[in-house]
T-cell receptor
């Protein structure tokens, strides 16, 4: 596609529910990042994929968070048993190859009530 | 642990008043440094990549420079449409692998008044 596409744009969920956030990277981009961004802060790293391989998940806050990219294209970030503190903007970015500039999507605003 | 600090946190300029934003870093194995612009409600928009000390990149009223410990984003004769949050990010070695980890600073909020 022309840019990184994330869906849904907005998600409101009840505490304790599971949510899945989707990222469709720029066509042909092999590297994919997930970030979380609080208001007024820079993006905080969550996890990174190169093709389908999850090469770094050191930023995932706890084991309720997981991510996959099974075919090396679309990625899903899943949060199980959501808590209010999970409320944030979740951003996905992709880059053509490793170690080059990353391009961001519009993000998914998650609100846990 | 890699650290990226941007200053000032906020900067208010009059139209035409040139200034600079700073991004200082303490990292092991810098592979590159990126500057992004972020408008309210939008995702970060890529501006520049710098890979080695001494390198400079320019685009319209913006010029980015890199030393071994910091980067500057110089804004010459800014206009109100340059108002945004400017983010820098460092690409560093992650555990000796070929993969580079991208770590962001907290950003500088720039406001340019007409």
């Amino acid at each position: 596609g022309a840019g990184v596409s994330q869906s849904p744009r907005y998600k409101v969920t009840k505490r304790g529910q599971d949510v899945a956030l989707r990222c469709d990277p720029i066509s042909g981009h092999v590297s994919l990042y997930w970030y979380r961004q609080a208001l007024g802060q820079g993006p905080e790293f969550l996890t990174y994929f190169n093709y389908e391989a999850q090469q770094d998940k050191s930023g995932l806050p706890n084991d309720r968070f997981s991510a996959e990219r099974p075919e090396g294209s679309i990625s899903t970030l899943t949060i199980q048993r959501t808590e209010q503190r999970d409320s944030a903007m979740y951003r996905c970015a992709s880059s053509l190859i490793q170690n080059t500039e990353a391009f961001f999507g519009q993000g998914t605003r998650l609100t846990v009530v | 642990e890699d650290q990226v600090t941007q200053s000032p946190e906020a900067l208010r300029l009059q139209e035409g008043e040139s200034s600079s934003l700073n991004c200082s870093y303490t990292v092991s194995g810098l592979r590159g440094l990126f500057w992004y612009r972020q408008d309210p409600g939008k995702g970060p928009e890529f501006l520049f990549t710098l890979y080695s000390a001494g390198e400079e990149k320019e685009k319209e009223r913006l010029k980015a420079t890199l030393t071994k410990k910091e980067s500057f984003l110089h804004i010459t004769a800014p206009k109100p449409e340059d108002s945004a949050t400017y983010l820098c990010a460092v690409l560093t070695n992650a555990g000796g692998t070929s993969y580079g980890k991208l770590t962001f600073g907290q950003g500088t909020i720039l406001t340019v008044h007409p």
